[in-house]
């Protein structure tokens, strides 16, 4: 594997380079040598941040963790890219129907680690243990935004009355809005 390490308002030291290459080379055991780790480190507000990202064919596996010390944001983002990869198997073994070898093409992930017959934690599985179902009326942008607010929630589904389309607002990390608006290909 090929660690690309890179620091903002952080100097990458070469013991934590050690504690990222150690962490993060137990992940060797599911990739291919060639694979490439992008991992950036950031402080921003006394907060100590990891960002990993690791393409892989037509995928990227990605995990991003913030704590008050890197150390700690380096085991916790080893644990998310881990549960993801057992997910990304599980995946990859459904879509070839139980032909785990017609899955190989994943490109970066060892044929090994998709062929085991490791057995991933229910745990992990994708479960939806409820459906909500609401009425939805016209409303512009802005109205949703409020709308949000009023109710506590982080996002906000609507009818877009200027689009007539489902759209969804959301609150980001900044305290600023977004708006998700579908595109049809």
Not at 31 to 60: D, N
Request: glycine share 6%; aromatic share 8%.
């Amino acid at each position: 594997m090929n660690f690309i390490i890179s620091g903002k308002n952080i100097e990458v030291t070469s013991g934590l380079k050690d504690a990222i290459e150690q962490k993060l080379g137990k992940l060797e055991r599911y990739f291919t040598p060639e694979t490439e780790i992008i991992v950036t480190l950031s402080v921003e507000k006394g907060r100590q941040k990891i960002e990993v990202t690791i393409p892989v064919k037509g995928h990227i596996i990605r995990s991003e963790q913030t704590s008050s010390d890197m150390y700690v944001s380096i085991d916790l983002v080893e644990e998310v890219i881990e549960r993801q990869l057992r997910k990304y198997k599980n995946k990859l073994v459904a879509r070839s129907q139980g032909h785990p070898t017609s899955a190989v093409s994943s490109g970066g992930i060892k044929k090994e680690f998709i062929e085991s017959e490791e057995a991933s934690p229910e745990d992990d599985e994708i479960r939806i243990v409820r459906t909500k179902r609401f009425g939805i009326k016209p409303m512009y942008p802005e109205d949703a935004c409020l709308q949000m607010e009023l109710l506590g929630h982080s996002f906000f589904v609507f009818s877009n009355a200027e689009t007539d389309e489902v759209n969804v607002v959301y609150k980001r990390k900044d305290g600023s809005f977004g708006l998700i608006e579908p595109e049809f290909s």
